[in-house]
T-cell receptor, first 112, second 115 residues
C-alpha cells in the first residue's frame, strides 16, 4: 500500500468546515483512498472512500486531485463531536480492508 | 444489532501472566484482525485471519498468539514473552479481500495494563 502523509494536528471552529489534507504521491492506479476516524479510546470508524471522483455521503466529502496524488476530507459543519484522530489510507482493491496501514493520522480539535 | 464486540474494556494483569482478549463478531465476516495501539500512535497489525482455522502474522506478532476455531471468534492471547504488553488492543473484521467496497469494522477496544 502507498504511504500517506498527514499533518499531525489541526484546529477548527465549531460550525465551520474542517478540511483535512492527505498526501499520497506514490498512489497506484488500483489503490483507493479511504478515511477513518478514531474518537478517543474508541475503535476507528469508516468515513468515506474514493478512487478518482469526488465522493459525498452523510458524514463528509472527499475531494481527490486529478493526478490523485493528494486528497482532502471535508467535514462541512464541524461539531465538537468531530474531535478525533483522522486517518487517511490508500488500499489496493484486492487487499483485505483490515490490512491497511494506519499511520499517526491528524488530530482534529473542534473548538467552541 | 450487528457488530463486533471486545471484552473486557479494561484488563489488568500481573507481569508474567498470559492473558486472553476476546473478540466476537456477528457480521458474518470472513476476515478478522488484531491491532495494537500505543499512546499517540497509529495502529499496528498483530495477526489477521482470512478464514476459519487459518491465520497469519502481522507486523508485530512476537509475544502474541491467536486462534480462529469459529468464524465469529478471534481471541488474542498476550503471552509472558511480550516485552511491553501494556497497550490498547483493537479487533476488526471485514468481508474479506477482493472488493473495493469493503471497509473494516472495529470493536471498542480493550485497554490492557500489566503491572
Amino acid at each position: 500500500d502507498a504511504k500517506t502523509t498527514q499533518p499531525p494536528s489541526m484546529d477548527c471552529a465549531e460550525g465551520r468546515a474542517a478540511n483535512l489534507p492527505c498526501n499520497h504521491s506514490t498512489i497506484s492506479g488500483n489503490e483507493y483512498v479511504y478515511w477513518y476516524r478514531q474518537i478517543h479510546s474508541q475503535g476507528p470508524q469508516y468515513i468515506i472512500h474514493g478512487l478518482k471522483n469526488n465522493e459525498t455521503n452523510e458524514m463528509a466529502s472527499l475531494i481527490i486531485t486529478e493526478d490523485r496524488k493528494s486528497s482532502t476530507l471535508i467535514l462541512p459543519h464541524a461539531t465538537l463531536r468531530d474531535t478525533a484522530v483522522y486517518y487517511c489510507i490508500v488500499r489496493a482493491v484486492n487487499t483485505n480492508a483490515g490490512k491497511s496501514t494506519f499511520g499517526d493520522g491528524t488530530t482534529l480539535t473542534v473548538k467552541p | 444489532d450487528g457488530g463486533i464486540t471486545q471484552s473486557p474494556k479494561y484488563l489488568f494483569r500481573k507481569e508474567g501472566q498470559n492473558v486472553t482478549l476476546s473478540c466476537e463478531q456477528n457480521l458474518n465476516h470472513d476476515a478478522m484482525y488484531w491491532y495494537r495501539q500505543d499512546p499517540g500512535q497509529g495502529l499496528r497489525l498483530i495477526y489477521y485471519s482470512q478464514i476459519v482455522n487459518d491465520f497469519q502474522k502481522g507486523d508485530i506478532a512476537e509475544g502474541y498468539s491467536v486462534s480462529r476455531e469459529k468464524k465469529e471468534s478471534f481471541p488474542l492471547t498476550v503471552t509472558s514473552a511480550q516485552k511491553n504488553p501494556t497497550a490498547f488492543y483493537l479487533c476488526a473484521s471485514s468481508i474479506g479481500s477482493g472488493s473495493r467496497y469493503t471497509e473494516a469494522f472495529f470493536g471498542q477496544g480493550t485497554r490492557l495494563t500489566v503491572v
